[in-house]
């Protein structure tokens, strides 16, 4: 079992950054890839940023490449999620999302059903 906890949503003006960690609980960060997913008004949930599991490889969203940086600390069990050049349509609930991998580790898990656990989300707002 493993509980996500996301902080440092808020509110800021377009072309501002902010950056999202997602702390987890449990020893065994390392056997999971993590994600990072959204959720704005009206829509549905939307893929964002992803690690595999051994930390190899990483995907984003076209939306977001070159913008948006997905890391982690395995040290700190915690996945980071860098936001700079913020824009109005960036404005959601982000979600932090946890895969068990129980394959090689090299897969970037996309897609919410490939994911076991998530958090509650932190709301991201940006002003025009």
């Known amino acids: 079992q493993v509980q996500l906890v996301e902080s440092g949503g808020g509110l800021v003006q377009a072309g501002g950054s902010l950056r999202l960690s997602c702390a987890a609980s449990?020893?065994?960060?390392?056997?999971?890839?993590m994600g990072w997913f959204r959720q704005a008004p009206g829509k549905e949930r939307e893929f964002v940023a992803a690690?595999?599991?051994?930390?190899?490889?990483?995907y984003y969203v076209d939306s977001v490449k070159g913008r948006f940086t997905i890391s982690r600390d395995n040290a700190k069990n915690t996945v980071y999620l860098q936001m700079n050049s913020l824009k109005p349509e960036d404005t959601a609930v982000y979600y932090c999302?946890?895969?068990?991998?129980?394959?090689?580790?090299?897969?970037?898990?996309?897609?919410?059903?490939?994911?076991?656990?998530w958090g509650l989300g932190t709301q991201v707002t940006v002003s025009s």
């Open positions: 690690f595999n599991r051994i930390g190899s490889s990483t």
């Open positions: 449990g020893r065994t960060f390392e056997r999971y890839a």
């Open positions: 999302a946890a895969d068990r991998d129980s394959g090689l580790g090299h897969v970037v898990p996309r897609f919410g059903y490939e994911y076991d656990y």
